[in-house]
């Protein structure tokens, strides 16, 4: 994280990452366990409640770069497609600053899914979505407007072109029956390790750091 930007790789330069922040901090805490955004999170999803998966923050540092295109669930060790993330930016985020970006009803197409954020995912995947002619989304935030995406819609940013850091919150909800799969990718061992290593293969992840947060 404190390499100069131009030693860093593709996903070094995208964002710096801290992760779990409710674990550390009360007020942060309060933010994440926020019974509204949860709800939301619920009814999105058209399940019966959530659980905490983990929350993250994202630092796009001035001068930082892209976000290849990417979805986020070939991270996790996760048996349904039954995950949101609440993508909250800290201040008002134009165009120049790296917002999120989507590409709409992406999460139809499998090809691209196998890959890990690189270069390679952002040529593979944006080559296969201009095939198949799905919309690119492209927006700024306007301060406290929360963004949700599914775990498999393919989702990128723009580079940060400005003097200011892009800081972003996101909390990462599934579904509060969500079981642990198998691990099928090294990430996915790794996510497991870390997000609830007292979870069993085949079970509801049902940990202490994996709290009901509406339901
Ligand atoms: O903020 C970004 O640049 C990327 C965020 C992202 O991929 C996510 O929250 O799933």
Request: aromatic share 12%.
């Amino acid at each position: 994280m404190h390499l100069p930007m131009e030693q860093r790789d593709t996903y070094g330069k995208a964002f710096l990452q801290i992760m779990n922040l409710w674990t550390k901090d009360e007020a942060i805490k309060q933010f994440v366990f926020n019974k509204r955004l949860a709800q939301i999170a619920t009814e999105l999803m058209g399940v019966e409640g959530v659980r905490l998966y983990h929350d993250q923050a994202l630092f796009k540092e001035p001068g930082g770069g892209f976000t290849p295109w990417h979805a986020d669930q070939y991270y996790w060790p996760l048996a349904n497609d039954n995950t949101v993330t609440a993508w909250i930016p800290m201040q008002h985020t134009p165009l120049e600053m790296g917002p999120l970006e989507f590409s709409a009803k992406s999460h139809q197409l499998v090809a691209g899914r196998h890959l890990k954020i690189s270069d390679d995912s952002e040529q593979f995947i944006h080559d296969k979505l201009r095939l198949n002619h799905f919309e690119h989304i492209v927006e700024p935030f306007e301060l406290g407007e929360v963004s949700f995406h599914s775990g498999w819609i393919f989702h990128r940013a723009g580079a940060n072109t400005t003097d200011d850091m892009r800081q972003v919150m996101t909390v990462i909800y599934m579904d509060k029956d969500m079981r642990l799969k198998a691990p099928e990718n090294q990430n996915q061992q790794n996510d497991w390790d870390t997000w609830c290593p007292s979870a069993t293969v085949g079970e509801i992840i049902n940990t202490p750091i994996n709290p009901v947060l509406y339901g």
